[in-house]
Structure formats: structure tokens, C-alpha cells
């Protein structure tokens, strides 16, 4: 069965760098895109963009470029979210999403369990 | 500010119907499907409904999804105590090039 197994929770300091990673498992890799979503504490679901496992060329969404940046680990059939110049607003869950199939992004069928950042002095 | 608009909160009694709108434009749910999720605190959202009106594995057939025009609504029947969770909306928006996710909207079982 499909599954993403997420790092652990992160505390950093506003200025630091954080890297999360999602260990994508039951099923090919590379045959499906992986979505980026952030959920700050209370609030609703925010996309922040996707990557094409296949190429691994990233997509970013509004507001999400620049200290933002997805990677692959083919090899290890691992994706990673780093955010650098982090602020206190960073402070959220994050999660990796799978599509149903692939070209549907929008579907969100498969969610990691998150990982919580909390960015504080 | 979310691109989809649902109502914050909605509730009804155990065994009851309740519906929870989501609303969009033309760019989004008026020419792409809609997928709906659950969650309860502190978990990752949970796949209810797809292609608007299609239930994901092992999704009970109380839940129900349907899609007129620029809305969708997600139909919950039979409700349990455990049905109380908070319920999204998303869909993609041709305009924007993004997955775009409703408000959310908390479900009460009273």
C-alpha cells in the first residue's frame, strides 16, 4: 500500500534552516507527482506546490518561491521540502501529498503524516 | 483568504443528513473535478470523495459528493459522534495553475 513516512518534528530559531523529508513507499517513485502542503496551526490547507518525481523539475505556488525549494532522492525514493530564512509566519505542519493518478494533482489521495516546524526565538 | 468558499461550521443531530457547501468560480470548480477529505485534530486529512462525486477506498457509502455549476456539496447521512471533524474542499484552478482548498468547515454531531 502506498504510504509517506515524514521526518520528525522540527523547533528552529527564525533565521535557520529546516529540511523535510518523505519516504515515499508501495508503489514506483518516479510514476507520480508529490504536492507540498502547509497547514498552519488552526488554519485551513495551503498548497504550496509540487514536484515531478519523473524529472524532478519543481512547481511553486503563489508565495512559496525563492526559500522554498523541493528536491528528490530517487535513489531512496525520498522528497524533500527546505525552507531557509525562516520566519515566525513559517510555523505549520507540513505535508507531503500524493495524486491518485498521476496528472491529477488536485486529488490529494495519499497525505504523510506531517511534520510540525515551529520557528521561535 | 481561501480561493474556495464552505461555511465555517455546520450541525446536526446523530443519524441525521447534514450538507457542507463549497463554492468557486468558473476557473476552478466550474471546469475541474473536486476531491473532499476529513480531519480530525492533529492528523493528516483523510481522502473522502474524487472526480466530484466518487468515493476513495473504503469510504463508507454514507459519505456522498455532487457538483452543480460552481458548487459542490458533500452529503454526510446516518451521522455518528465520530463523524465530527473538519471537512475541505479543493479543486484545481486553471487561472491560478494551483490545487486550491476551501476554508474548511468544522462538523458538529450534537
Known amino acids: 500500500q502506498v504510504q509517506l513516512v515524514q521526518s520528525g518534528s522540527e523547533l528552529k530559531t527564525p533565521g535557520a534552516s529546516v529540511k523535510v523529508s518523505c519516504k515515499a513507499s508501495?508503489?514506483?517513485?518516479?510514476?507520480?507527482?508529490l504536492s507540498w502542503v502547509r497547514q498552519a496551526p488552526g488554519q485551513g490547507l495551503e498548497w504550496m506546490g509540487w514536484?515531478?518525481?519523473?524529472?524532478?523539475?519543481?512547481t511553486y505556488a503563489q508565495g512559496f518561491a525563492g526559500r522554498f525549494v523541493f528536491s528528490l532522492d530517487t535513489s531512496v525514493s525520498t522528497a524533500h521540502l527546505q525552507i531557509s530564512s525562516l520566519k515566525a509566519d513559517d510555523t505549520a505542519v507540513y505535508y507531503c501529498?500524493?495524486?491518485?493518478?498521476?496528472?491529477?494533482?488536485?486529488?490529494?489521495?495519499?497525505w504523510g503524516q506531517g511534520t510540525p516546524v515551529t520557528v521561535s526565538s | 483568504q481561501a480561493v474556495l468558499t464552505q461555511p465555517p461550521s455546520v450541525s446536526a443531530a446523530p443519524g441525521q443528513k447534514v450538507t457542507i457547501s463549497c463554492s468557486g468560480t468558473n476557473s476552478n470548480i466550474g471546469n475541474n473535478f473536486v476531491s473532499w477529505w476529513q480531519q480530525f485534530p492533529g492528523t493528516a486529512p483523510k481522502f473522502l470523495i474524487f472526480e466530484n462525486d466518487k468515493r476513495g477506498s473504503g469510504i463508507p457509502d454514507r459519505f456522498s459528493g455532487s457538483k452543480s455549476g460552481t458548487s459542490a456539496t458533500l452529503g454526510i447521512t446516518g451521522l455518528q459522534t465520530g463523524d465530527e471533524a473538519d471537512y475541505y474542499c479543493g479543486t484545481w484552478d486553471s487561472s491560478l495553475s494551483a490545487v486550491v482548498f476551501g476554508g474548511g468547515t468544522k462538523l458538529t454531531v450534537l
Open positions: 514536484i515531478n518525481t519523473a524529472t524532478g523539475n519543481p
Open positions: 508501495g508503489y514506483i517513485f518516479t510514476n507520480n507527482g
Open positions: 501529498v500524493r495524486e491518485l493518478r498521476s496528472g491529477y494533482l488536485s486529488s490529494c489521495a495519499y
